[in-house]
């Protein structure tokens, strides 16, 4: 049986579900398999930071996400009897919320939407020529299915098939740390709205909140540790408060980590993403939310060469970006659990650098943006710079708070100009409607920010670099067959 498809996404995990759903309700009708028979269970990745929030808030599912999870206002930091609270703004609190019901939330968005998982399809070959990309899946009882896609997209997890079968390599080393995950039910006291972490003399332990009364804690373990139902409670013990006590256990397991990213990231008319493309170390729950950051960057490019807005060479930023992205992740994430197994000595001065910061007000206005995700920058790939930001502005590749889209249904360029360069913006947003939307800001200087559609600064300046930043723009569309305003 032989099918034809626009876009085909293979691995039906939050990762590929999300960029099944970031397509479709840009209007291209992605196709998703998997060889799974039934959607994964569990908890797993928990922690939803506020880029990946912004976009369940895209996919009008935000409102059921927040009623199913659990807000936390704070990180807390407890070294002897210290508790170094970092308050989080709105933009920099996440939502606790297990990913069985991510998982849910964006299935049930991708039927409304049109789509559907067909599940119990295993891919086993693939080939690719200029023009579609040939893929070969089987199904349960041995049939064989043959599928032709104009691009596909491998979601399919850490033990990629995809990656293997378009050859790309998987460099890096496993993370030479155990690490105890247990959830249950806590008794004793400890704070309900907060990601704590408990710094004690033999090591680190996390005590995070979870939805319907439970908690999850987690921490490094020396290699070799049996694990038994008391293991969770020894690590509370030697590590936390006292007074603590775990009860009633729904997971209790032991796991290591690794540290790899592909390369490429992109062959031909195949792009990988979420664990296919880059894995890390869990600290931070990073993981769900930089996959969730490759389907959005991949989502906007994508369904503006299908919809011909793009030229098809915009493409080719998807692996310098996302792998910058990906390598910046692997660096913080690593620091951090290293963090976990320090010496006795190591541990003292770590505390002691950690509670300075905090005195200073350093540790707080550090670590939620790198938690959150805002401090992930690009490089200068689809905007070459045009010389230094001045001061007030956004850098280029940046993501800020400050710095927001405002909803646009037609996925545009959202360009804000301050002073006088009103003027020059509302005449480019009027030569390239389909890509340019533009919003003015009444005083300042004569100034620019130019914001991509996944909220990336993608240019910004004075008045005078504009023209450079307008010719780009018109770089990206060479060769689409988009219609430019006042040209045949």
Same mark, same amino acid.
């Given at each position: 049986?032989?099918?034809?498809?626009?876009?085909?996404?293979?691995? +039906?995990?939050?990762?590929?579900?999300?960029?099944?759903?970031?397509?479709?309700?840009?209007?291209?009708?992605?196709?998703?398999?998997?060889?799974?028979?039934?959607?994964?269970?569990?908890?797993?990745?928990?922690?939803?930071?506020?880029?990946?929030?912004?976009?369940?808030?895209?996919?009008?599912?935000?409102?059921? %996400?927040?009623?199913?999870?659990?807000?936390?206002?704070?990180?807390?930091? !407890?070294?002897?009897?210290?508790?170094?609270?970092?308050?989080?703004?709105?933009? #920099?609190?996440?939502?606790?919320?297990?990913?069985?019901?991510? /998982?849910?939330?964006?299935?049930?968005?991708?039927?409304?939407?049109?789509?559907? $998982?067909?599940?119990?399809?295993?891919?086993?070959?693939?080939?690719?020529?200029?023009?579609? $990309?040939?893929?070969?899946?089987?199904?349960?009882?041995?049939?064989?299915?043959?599928?032709?896609?104009? &691009?596909?997209?491998?979601?399919?997890?850490?033990?990629?098939?995809?990656?293997?079968?378009?050859?790309?390599?998987? /460099?890096?080393?496993?993370?030479?740390?155990?690490?105890?995950?247990?959830?249950?039910?806590?008794?004793?006291?400890?704070?309900?709205?907060?990601?704590?972490?408990?710094?004690?003399?033999?090591?680190?332990?996390?005590?995070?909140?979870?939805?319907?009364?439970?908690?999850?804690?987690?921490?490094?373990?020396?290699?070799? /540790?049996?694990?038994?139902?008391?293991?969770?409670?020894?690590?509370?013990?030697?590590?936390?408060?006292?007074?603590?006590?775990?009860?009633?256990?729904? #997971?209790?397991?032991?796991?290591?980590?690794?540290?790899?990213?592909?390369?490429?990231?992109?062959?031909?008319?195949?792009?990988?993403?979420?664990? %296919?493309?880059?894995? !890390?170390?869990?600290?931070?729950?990073?993981?769900?939310?930089?996959?969730?950051?490759?389907?959005?960057?991949?989502? &906007?490019?994508? %369904?503006?060469?299908?919809?011909?807005?793009?030229?098809?060479?915009?493409?080719?930023?998807?692996?310098?970006?996302?792998?910058?992205? +990906?390598?910046?992740?692997?660096?913080?994430?690593?620091?951090?659990?290293?963090?976990?197994?320090?010496?006795?000595?190591?541990?003292?001065?770590?505390?002691?650098? #950690?509670?300075?910061?905090?005195? /200073?007000?350093?540790?707080?206005?550090?670590?939620?943006?790198?938690?959150?995700? &805002?401090?992930?920058?690009? @490089?200068?790939?689809?905007? @070459? +710079?045009?010389?230094?930001? @001045?001061?007030?502005? @956004?850098?280029?590749?940046?993501?800020?708070?400050? &710095?927001?889209?405002?909803?646009? %249904?037609?996925?545009?360029?959202?360009?804000?100009?301050?002073?006088?360069?009103?003027?020059?913006?509302?005449?480019?947003?009027?030569?390239?409607?389909?890509?340019?939307?533009?919003?003015?800001?009444?005083?300042?200087?004569?100034?620019?920010?130019?914001?991509?559609?996944?909220?990336?600064?993608?240019?910004?300046?004075?008045?005078?670099?504009?023209?450079?930043?307008?010719?780009?723009?018109?770089?990206?569309? +060479?060769?689409?067959?988009?219609?430019?305003?006042?040209?045949?």
């Amino acid at each position: 049986m032989n099918q034809r498809v626009k876009v085909l996404i293979v691995g +039906a995990g939050p990762v590929g579900l999300m960029a099944a759903c970031e397509l479709r309700r840009r209007g291209v009708p992605a196709d998703i398999v998997d060889a799974a028979p039934e959607p994964g269970a569990g908890s797993r990745a928990i922690l939803l930071w506020p880029p990946s929030l912004e976009s369940y808030r895209d996919l009008g599912i935000l409102e059921e %996400a927040r009623k199913r999870g659990v807000a936390v206002d704070a990180l807390s930091y !407890h070294i002897g009897g210290t508790t170094l609270r970092l308050p989080l703004a709105p933009t #920099m609190a996440p939502l606790i919320l297990p990913q069985q019901d991510s /998982t849910e939330l964006l299935q049930d968005e991708l039927r409304r939407l049109g789509g559907d $998982v067909r599940r119990g399809l295993r891919v086993v070959g693939l080939t690719q020529d200029q023009d579609a $990309v040939t893929v070969t899946a089987r199904e349960a009882d041995g049939r064989e299915v043959t599928m032709e896609t104009e &691009w596909l997209i491998a979601a399919d997890g850490f033990r990629s098939t995809v990656r293997d079968l378009i050859g790309a390599d998987f /460099t890096g080393a496993p993370l030479p740390i155990t690490f105890l995950l247990a959830e249950g039910r806590m008794e004793g006291d400890y704070d309900t709205r907060a990601v704590n972490y408990y710094l004690g003399r033999a090591g680190v332990v996390l005590v995070a909140p979870l939805p319907g009364g439970r908690v999850r804690i987690s921490g490094a373990v020396p290699e070799g /540790t049996e694990l038994t139902g008391e293991t969770g409670q020894r690590l509370l013990d030697e590590r936390g408060p006292g007074g603590l006590r775990l009860t009633d256990l729904t #997971m209790n397991t032991l796991f290591t980590s690794h540290e790899r990213i592909a390369s490429p990231l992109r062959a031909g008319r195949c792009f990988l993403a979420g664990d %296919a493309a880059h894995v !890390h170390s869990v600290v931070g729950g990073q993981g769900l939310n930089l996959g969730f950051a490759d389907a959005r960057n991949l989502a &906007w490019k994508l %369904a503006g060469v299908l919809d011909g807005r793009y030229a098809p060479h915009i493409l080719d930023s998807y692996d310098v970006e996302r792998r910058a992205a +990906a390598e910046q992740t692997v660096r913080a994430t690593g620091r951090m659990a290293r963090q976990a197994v320090l010496s006795p000595v190591a541990h003292r001065i770590r505390d002691l650098a #950690m509670t300075l910061m905090h005195r /200073t007000g350093v540790l707080g206005r550090r670590m939620p943006p790198l938690l959150s995700g &805002w401090l992930i920058t690009y @490089p200068d790939t689809l905007f @070459p +710079a045009a010389g230094r930001t @001045p001061p007030g502005l @956004p850098r280029p590749g940046t993501r800020r708070p400050k &710095w927001r889209l405002e909803p646009d %249904a037609r996925d545009r360029f959202q360009l804000i100009t301050t002073g006088t360069a009103g003027s020059q913006g509302a005449a480019l947003a009027d030569r390239l409607p389909d890509l340019v939307v533009h919003r003015h800001r009444a005083g300042g200087a004569d100034a620019f920010v130019l914001l991509r559609p996944d909220g990336f600064v993608g240019a910004s300046g004075p008045a005078t670099v504009l023209p450079h930043a307008a010719a780009a723009l018109e770089r990206l569309a +060479a060769g689409a067959s988009h219609h430019v305003k006042g040209q045949s």
